[in-house]
């Protein structure tokens, strides 16, 4: 069961006005953002779906049924379900070969059209390194400094060999909080980084909840002097 920080905690005597709105804040806050982002699939559903479940209904349904005010906002719901629906089958057909084999085409297709295929290939790998449970784009999380003092998480997607010396450096993704999809490629020694102790899968939950679902404990920061 979820746990909320402002439920829990008791009244404070004397806390004010102030305190008693910033409670309140805390409760809107999540409602309002789940709402909106409900309120958002569901408008851009019906805008894609929308018509074909409308025409499905009206020849399904008496007029006096689908002539009703509220029957709109069912279509748009229906709509939202349908597309889930779909992505589901689409997955379902994904894991058998002749699935496989129709995705292949896809790509192909798109990657050869003049103008569209930059834009596919880097929505494309975007989607591997995040969403492919079999690719492994990222191997392990570590801890360095970037961009000054401070240790920040990292995702080591590669290791490569410094070509002259020999040295082992790590090609490591530092992610935007509290969006993944973007951030910075950093190229470090591996004796400059130390190991987070934690997984790929908990470093994202911390990165997406802005830290607060950080583990209890971290590893202990390696000082400048042994980097």
């Not at 379902?92 to 002749?98: E, H, L, N, T």
């Not at 084999?101 to 059209?113: P, T, V």
């Not at 999380?141 to 080591?156: A, H, K, R, S």
Request: charged share 15%; with cysteine.
């Amino acid at each position: 069961m979820i746990g909320f920080n402002g439920f829990n905690q008791p009244p404070v005597k004397g806390e004010g006005m102030r305190g008693y709105f910033m409670r309140g804040l805390f409760v809107v806050i999540p409602v309002a953002v789940t709402v909106w982002l409900l309120d958002y699939a569901i408008g851009m559903t019906n805008a894609w779906l929308g018509p074909f479940v409308r025409m499905v209904a009206e020849h399904l349904l008496p007029a006096s049924v689908t002539s009703l005010i509220w029957f709109s906002n069912v279509t748009a719901v229906l709509s939202l379900l349908l597309l889930v629906a779909c992505l589901i089958m689409l997955g379902v057909v994904a894991s058998y070969r002749i699935g496989k084999e129709g995705l292949r085409l896809i790509d192909h297709l798109f990657i050869h059209i003049p103008g569209v295929n930059t834009i596919y290939r880097s929505v494309r790998k975007m989607v591997d390194a995040f969403g492919s449970s079999d690719a492994q784009s990222f191997k392990r999380c570590v801890y360095l400094y970037f961009p000054y003092n401070n240790p920040t998480l990292g995702f080591v997607t590669k290791e490569v060999t410094e070509e002259k010396t020999g040295r082992k450096l790590l090609v490591v993704f530092v992610p935007h909080g509290p969006s993944p999809a973007s951030g910075f490629i950093q190229i470090v020694a591996e004796d400059a980084t130390w190991d987070a102790g934690i997984s790929p899968e908990d470093g994202f939950k911390m990165i997406m909840s802005v830290g607060v679902l950080s583990p209890d404990t971290l590893p202990q920061s390696k000082p400048r002097d042994e980097q």
